[in-house]
């Protein structure tokens, strides 16, 4: 609905600059709400109109100012407003009441998503990779923010209407699975591991010092792994022969031995089962669990390839190389086989993109990892694209930063689920604490999803690439802008809803909310359609973010000041229209952040 305001606008400046109101409607934005002045509704910049064909003589104040004084007021624009190089428009704020509120409320899911300014987004399919842990060890925590990054792409580009394909690409192929296969044979028993989990895993990993407070035997299974795995890279420090053993198991697994492969394929199977759990509770899913493994095969059929179109070189050392370099001297050069012809993590992801290209015929695909592998996907779109693949260009590296200081009550965070644990056991701690909870059906579950959201806000906050600080004190504050406040300030809207739910409303008569509360909170959910834009544009959620707290601090005061129980029957049912309205954008902004809304808290 935030088009119509801007069409409205557009056909004043067409008029005017003899441009055709569809190429004005993208430079039209919304003006950000002011805390200290009443601000107009919507801008545009002089600057863009000019480039766009609009005919102006004059100093670009000149220009400006002219401009402005062309535009006539009528129904919906009362007032043009020459600033410093921008032209700002003050709407007809009944108008603005009436178009916004009733589109909420007849179309709560729509509002912002089918917006004109997001048209040219819709359609076609989009590939996500993201999250991608190693098999046979537990979910690392390092491994949270490409979960949680990836999953936000997903949802922004299905609910701008795209098809999304969710895909999980395990690490679960590599020279390190020599290493856990060589262990196992070594340290590992599966008759213990079939009848005495729990037994096996402490003699296994004795050593270790483990304590572990998981019951179930594929959670058992998995720390077997991870303590033979600890175990055996320890061993291979000081005995010799432990690395060829591992190079032999590995070079089995590659020729797909019968006993190798059984083993692999049991680990592969608990671990996966494990991690589906750990999505499960961040309200996570995937289309396809794919891996390292499903490709091992076709890399040969890309050595081909490359070696037909002369890509491929071989070194003094035996290994196969790409020449990155511009001048084709072999200064940058990625390596795809090693010496004794096995293949590399590079070279298995050049068969995957080409397998996914034939299998899921993806317009654009989107690889998320953090910022050290950088130069890996650096390489990887430049060799496909060397091979004459010109969709590598709608191939994207999402690169996130690294995560300091944190920690639970026990030590430092190594897994996952320790965070997600912590998250929850301080956050019930803290409803237990305040006086405004309420009485909930499941306390557990309502004080993990306010963890979940509070972890996600911190992280999303800022810069994807940038590294930050992590505070257990800060990330729950109720106060600010946190996942703990925005849950809170759905949870109330919900509340005072659910209060008046016997009284029926209806945005018929707005003229209640010309206060300035309710004028802010209009203004800025104009905006709505801007930020989503610019999201899908550089796929950073901190847009969101910023624009659900400004949100949340404008209704709190307005819940505040704008009391429903007690006013007159038309002013109430406009509040609660309003009221109503706003807690529709904030779930659906919550959703695509990934964040599940609590109603109660």
């Not at 100012?65 to 129904?75: E, F, S, T, Y």
């Not at 891996?291 to 890509?311: C, F, P, W």
């Amino acid at each position: 609905m935030a088009c119509f305001f801007r069409r409205s606008v557009a056909l004043q400046l067409a008029k005017v600059c003899g441009v055709s109101e569809d190429a004005l409607i993208p430079l039209i934005s919304a003006v950000p709400v002011s805390k200290k002045k009443a601000s107009a509704d919507l801008r545009v910049s002089v600057i863009s109109l000019l480039r766009s064909g609009a005919a102006a003589d004059g100093d670009l104040q000149t220009q400006t100012q002219a401009l402005a004084n062309q535009i006539r007021p009528d129904a919906v624009v009362e007032e043009a407003v020459a600033g410093r190089g921008v032209i700002h428009f003050r709407l007809n704020k009944l108008t603005l009441a009436q178009k916004l509120l009733g589109q909420l409320l007849s179309e709560p899911d729509g509002f912002g998503v089918n917006s004109e300014l997001l048209r040219h987004l819709q359609g076609g399919r989009t590939l996500v990779e993201f999250s991608s842990p190693n098999i046979a060890k537990r979910f690392h925590a390092g491994h949270l923010r490409s979960t949680i990054i990836g999953n936000f792409i997903a949802n922004l580009k299905k609910a701008l209407g795209k098809e999304v394909i969710r895909v999980n690409y395990l690490g679960d192929w590599g020279m390190q699975f020599g290493l856990l296969g060589a262990g196992f044979e070594r340290f590992g028993s599966q008759e213990k591991l079939r009848t005495q989990p729990l037994e096996h895993l402490f003699e296994v990993g004795r050593s270790e010092r483990l304590v572990c407070v998981w019951t179930c035997s594929s959670c058992v299974c998995v720390c077997v792994c991870v303590q033979v795995y600890v175990r055996v890279n320890r061993e291979a420090d000081g005995d010799p022969s432990v690395r060829p053993a591992a190079a032999e198991f590995y070079r089995r697994l590659v020729r797909r031995e019968a006993q190798a492969l059984q083993l692999w394929t049991q680990f592969r199977e608990i671990t996966v089962l494990e991690y589906k759990r750990i999505y499960q509770r961040l309200g996570v899913d995937f289309d396809h669990y794919s891996g390292e493994s499903a490709h091992d095969g076709q890399t040969q059929s890309v050595l081909d390839e490359l070696r037909t179109k002369h890509l491929l070189k071989t070194t003094e050392k035996g290994t196969g190389v790409v020449d990155l370099s511009v001048t084709g001297d072999m200064s940058s050069y990625a390596t795809l086989v090693r010496s004794d012809g096995t293949s590399l993590y590079i070279t298995r992801d050049v068969a995957a993109a080409l397998d996914r290209k034939q299998r899921f015929g993806f317009d654009e695909m989107i690889y998320v990892t953090d910022k050290s592998q950088t130069v890996h996907f650096q390489q990887l779109f430049h060799i496909l694209t060397a091979m004459g693949h010109q969709w590598a260009e709608r191939c994207h590296h999402v690169a996130f930063g690294l995560v300091q200081g944190m920690s639970t009550r026990r030590g430092e965070v190594v897994f996952l689920e320790d965070v997600l644990e912590e998250a929850r056991s301080r956050m019930i701690n803290n409803m237990r604490q305040s006086t405004t909870s309420k009485v909930l059906e499941d306390p557990e579950q309502t004080a993990e999803r306010v963890g979940i959201s509070a972890l996600i806000i911190q992280d999303f906050k800022g810069p994807l690439m940038s590294d930050y600080k992590f505070d257990w004190d800060k990330v729950l504050q109720t106060q600010g802008d946190t996942g703990v406040f925005l849950q809170y300030t759905h949870a109330r809207l919900c509340s005072l809803l659910r209060r008046h739910a016997s009284e029926p409303y209806s945005c018929s008569d707005v003229s209640p909310l010309m206060d300035s509360r309710s004028v802010s909170v209009l203004q800025h959910l104009l905006r709505y359609d801007e930020v989503l834009l610019q999201s899908a544009n550089d796929l950073q959620p901190r847009h969101l973010v910023n624009f659900l707290m400004t949100l949340s601090h404008l209704v709190a005061s307005a819940h505040r000041e704008l009391p429903v129980k007690g006013s007159p029957a038309a002013t109430a049912q406009a509040r609660l229209c309003l009221f109503s309205s706003v807690r529709s954008v904030l779930a659906n902004g919550m959703r695509i952040l990934g964040i599940t809304p609590v109603e109660k808290m």
